[in-house]
């Protein structure tokens, strides 16, 4: 059992930054891929980034790319999303999330989910 722990999350004015940690704890971080995904008020989850491991590729979301820089620290058993040039459309409630499988967490079939961490963009 992996156990994620998000963290960073608050308000923030369109422009600004914010950077989410997750860390996780329970197994061995390392053989994991782990990404991000949020949820906004009436809308379905949505994916927003991974890293794998060791080769540390990171993919984004359209919505996100050019903003959003997703890594990953083993020794701490923690990944980042640092989030740039925030929009009030990236208002939602962000995940964490890890699986052994890259292609399974980008369909969103994830082993482990943490509990959400509120971000808020206003206008």
């Known amino acids: 059992q992996v156990q994620l722990i998000e963290s960073g999350g608050g308000l923030v004015q369109a422009g600004g930054s914010l950077r989410l940690s997750c860390t996780a704890s329970?197994?061995?971080?390392?053989?994991?891929?782990m990404g991000w995904f949020r949820q906004a008020p009436g809308k379905e989850r949505e994916f927003v980034a991974v890293i794998t491991w060791p080769a540390r590729r990171a993919d984004y979301a359209d919505s996100v790319k050019g903003r959003f820089t997703i890594s990953r620290d083993n020794a701490k058993n923690t990944v980042y999303l640092q989030m740039n040039s925030l929009k009030p459309e990236d208002t939602a409630l962000y995940y964490c999330?890890?699986?052994?499988?890259?292609?399974?967490?980008?369909?969103?079939?994830?082993?482990?989910w943490g509990q959400g961490t509120q971000v808020t963009v206003s206008s």
């Open positions: 999330a890890a699986d052994r499988s890259r292609a399974e967490l980008l369909l969103g079939s994830v082993d482990f």
């Open positions: 329970g197994r061995t971080f390392s053989p994991y891929a």
